[in-house]
């Protein structure tokens, strides 16, 4: 973890222009996905402003993906990049850990300590 | 849980969905409740995968109901490499659409929690892969993984319920497996959830040695056997052993098979013992007890009959090799196959892997007599009581196929003779005992019949000779000494046989006398029958005599009297008439 965690801070750090791939899995047009997009947008808006990229991917449509991605829970927002692979579950209502999910809020934490 | 949604429950019996789990189906009355989700629980390496997964591939191959299999711990790649040591091909199963297997990765390490979620991913994937191979049978194995992947429990239980729910909407039969927890059923409790039947595995370690164990806790709506039952894993899949459950139902024949000892079968009222009987020897070391199992054997192959010979004190080479010393060779049926020892230490494995081997060999080699020599060693590999009920279930599997079975047993010195370590005397139709008799500073061997279902057999106690022959059995002697054996019974035997010349030597004698004394008799009878006709001879000559001599006296009187009357002629007359009727 602690090595993953180096790596990943020494690319936000090195490359702050990096693209965020982002894909968001949710399943029909229920409340929770709702909210989850609408999160997800703000954060992303917030803390990554231009170089991000949104994939919302509804379930309902696409059955065969939960297989393959592994999802479980719904909605599911997986970090496709940045390295490494990340899964965030519940509807994003809880900004600050979805920021530490994200490790946005990790590399901060890091430089204020 | 809602009745409203159980129309089964208000009118005819539960209808079940088969496992085609040798036995298992048997305990439930029929199998698992249709429609409806089963939890079996028990602690890691119980086989509660197996389970899952044969209740799928026989749905799957046996009773046409395809599959899914939610794979929580392993791969489906994994699943298939183990479930292949049961014999099932899951890849061609999965490759003909018959069972769908979805692996579901959870791993807490990748996953953050930020707000309200369901499982709704879950549910897709399980309705997709449902629809894929038109499921009616689900496993989910295992699903408390998920409390390890989510810290959120209030979602997980709300979820897992209207999981349960939905699977019931559903219809499909499911399995939902569940480790096993302090006190409790399942370390989540997830049995509060499934509420129509649950199987509870175990697998204990008593002495080193495991046994795995089935019991139905719960199933509602339904009877069902109670008790702890035995289950094995082996090539062919999960088998429960149900025997107790099942009825006294054997077949009887009343066709005799020949011991192989023509004394014994004399003692068994001319005919040996009865096909498909169960047979217990038993006796003390050394009292010939494998001699006595090794003619049983020879005389069943020399019929053309198979034996399968369990061994678990001697290797065959040995056996045929002690077995031809007392010229009963085994050898030639073992080289034309009618006869296969079965050699191994009973505490290779547990019982019940005794047992399922006793149940293959049965299988593979259809034998008409199985022979196990001996019984009381298998209690080293199990408890007094888990070996009485193994024995129980061998003699009713072994009797259920018509096998005529020979249990040689045995006994320690010291404790009553009538009496088994094991206790499975009462299950026994024939029981031959083999005694020691010591007597005399020899130590002999002497066999009777204990009992014999159904059959005159005799009481009386034989010696039993173990000669370069074979086996004879000799009439002891039994007298006012007691009973006598070996070169006691031997001297007796020839004090008896000197009596015996005595007593006719003396008789000989008497008969002589009574020969000589009568033609001693008959001589005097002849010297006084002589005497008498020479007295006759000389009474008769001096009858004649007197009769002349009288004839004499009277024709001298008549000439007298004629001379008187010629002197007085006148007076004469009345004297000549007197003289008349002479």
């Known amino acids: ?113 | 849980m809602d009745r409203a949604s159980h129309p089964q429950l208000k009118g005819a019996a539960l209808e079940k969905a088969p496992t085609g789990i040798a036995g298992l189906d048997e305990i439930t009355g029929g199998g698992l409740p249709r429609g409806r989700p089963t939890l079996i629980c028990g602690s890691a390496g119980c086989g509660k995968t197996l389970f899952g997964m044969e209740f799928l591939v026989r749905g799957a191959t046996e009773f046409g109901e395809p599959g899914v299999f939610i794979a929580f711990e392993e791969t489906a790649h994994e699943l298939g490499q183990n479930v292949r040591s049961l014999g099932f091909d899951l890849e061609k199963l999965i490759a003909k659409n018959k069972i769908a297997v979805d692996y579901v990765h959870i791993e807490r390490s990748e996953i953050a929690e930020t707000g309200d979620f369901d499982l709704e991913g879950l549910f897709v994937r399980l309705n997709m892969a449902i629809d894929a191979v038109g499921a009616k049978r689900v496993v989910l194995d295992t699903i408390e993984t998920l409390f390890g992947g989510f810290s959120n429990t209030l979602i997980l239980r709300s979820e897992l319920k209207r999981l349960f729910r939905w699977l019931k909407d559903k219809g499909v039969t499911a399995i939902i497996t569940g480790e096993r927890g302090d006190g409790r059923l399942t370390r989540q409790g997830i049995e509060e959830y499934v509420s129509d039947c649950v199987i509870l595995l175990d697998h204990r370690v008593t002495e080193q040695l495991s046994t795995r164990r089935l019991r139905v806790v719960k199933y509602r709506g339904t009877t069902h056997g109670t008790n702890e039952y035995p289950f094995l894993i082996d090539e062919n899949g999960i088998s429960v052993l149900p025997v107790t459950s099942l009825a006294l139902n054997h077949p009887a024949s009343a066709e005799r098979i020949p011991s192989g000892v023509s004394g014994l079968d004399a003692m068994l009222g001319g005919d040996g013992f009865y096909r498909g009987s169960s047979i217990l020897i038993s006796g003390t070391a050394g009292t010939g007890k494998t001699s006595l199992a090794a003619h049983f054997a020879h005389a069943t192959c020399a019929r053309g009959e198979r034996c399968l010979y369990l061994a678990f004190e001697e290797s065959p080479a040995q056996l045929a090799r002690n077995m031809r010393s007392i010229g009963v060779d085994i050898e030639p049926w073992l080289k034309k196959g009618l006869l296969r020892i079965e050699a191994s230490r009973p505490s290779l494995h547990g019982l019940e892997m005794h047992l399922a081997r006793v149940h293959k060999q049965v299988a593979e080699f259809d034998p008409k007599v199985v022979i196990v020599d001996p019984i009381s060693n298998l209690v080293t590999a199990g408890s007094e009581l888990d070996t009485q009920a193994m024995l129980l279930r061998l003699i009713d599997f072994l009797k259920g196929h018509g096998i005529t079975a020979m249990f040689v047993n045995l006994t320690s010195g010291g404790g009553s003779w009538e009496k088994t370590d094991i206790g499975v005397s009462s299950l026994i139709d024939t029981w031959i005992l083999l005694r020691d008799i010591e007597l005399g500073g020899e130590r002999n061997r002497g066999l009777y019949v204990l009992k014999s279902r159904g059959m005159k057999h005799s009481n009386q106690i034989r010696e039993f000779l173990i000669t370069s022959k074979g086996i004879q059995l000799e009439e002891v002697y039994i007298g006012p000494e007691g009973v006598l054996t070996g070169s006691m019974r031997a001297a007796q035997e020839a004090r008896e046989k000197a009596a015996d010349i005595e007593r006719r030597q003396h008789a000989e004698r008497k008969q002589r006398e009574l020969t000589m004394r009568r033609a001693a008799l008959e001589a005097q009878i002849k010297a006084l029958q002589a005497e008498f006709a020479a007295a006759e001879d000389e009474a008769k000559v001096s009858l004649a005599e007197s009769a002349a001599r009288e004839q004499t006296i009277e024709s001298e009187r008549e000439r007298a009297a004629e001379r008187r009357a010629s002197t007085a002629r006148t007076t004469a007359p009345r004297q000549t008439t007197k003289g008349k009727p002479k």
Do not use: F
């Open chain 1, 1 to 113: 973890m602690s090595s993953k965690t180096a790596k990943s801070s020494k690319a936000d750090k090195g490359d702050p222009e990096e693209m965020w791939d982002l894909r968001l899995y949710t399943a029909g047009q229920t409340p929770k996905s709702m909210a989850a997009i609408k999160n997800l947008k703000r954060i992303c808006e917030q803390h990554l402003p231009g170089r991000y990229n949104i994939e919302v991917i509804d379930l309902m449509a696409n059955p065969r993906l939960a297989k393959d991605d592994q999802i479980v829970a719904i909605p599911t927002l997986v970090r496709k990049l940045p390295d490494p692979l990340r899964r965030i579950v519940g509807d994003l209502s809880d900004e600050a850990r979805t920021l530490v999910g994200l490790q946005l809020r990790r590399h901060q934490e890091s430089e204020s300590a």
